[in-house]
Nanobody, 122 residues
Framework: VQLQASGGGLVQAGGSLRLSCAASGFAFGDYGMGWFRQASGKEREFVATVTWSGSSTYYADSVNGRFTISRDNAKRMVYLQMRALIPEDTAVYYC????????????????WGQGTQVTVSS
């Protein structure tokens, strides 16, 4: 099983980034997919999740309206489009696979990627 996140980097406040996550080694189309993040010195927190079909999405209040999660089951990819970034979005972002319904609870996620760093400068 592998989840390879990419697309992170340094961006100014107000800018945009698109994270990508390539999945392999499991039945991707059967899993909800999520993005979580962990800022330095803080606990990991939920960002966004999408159901197996892509028909439903859920967001943390802190990113709702600014971030968009999507997936392409044919390509085994999940994306996180981030707009209007603020310094508080600075964190390592992780993609993860949920073998049940797409939820906000990280305990429900079976597989995790290695993370990609996003840094937003003020």
């Amino acid at each position: 099983v592998q989840l390879q996140a990419s697309g992170g980097g340094l961006v100014q406040a107000g800018g945009s980034l698109r994270l990508s996550c390539a999945a392999s080694g499991f039945a991707f189309g059967d899993y909800g997919m999520g993005w979580f993040r962990q800022a330095s010195g803080k606990e990991r927190e939920f960002v966004a999740t999408v159901t197996w079909s892509g028909s439903s999405t859920y967001y943390a209040d802190s990113v709702n309206g600014r971030f968009t999660i999507s997936r392409d089951n044919a390509k085994r990819m999940v994306y996180l489009q981030m707009r209007a970034l603020i310094p508080e979005d600075t964190a390592v972002y992780y993609c993860a696979a949920d073998n049940g319904l797409a939820t906000k609870n990280s305990d429900n996620y079976s597989y995790w990627g290695q993370g990609t760093q996003v840094t937003v400068s003020s």
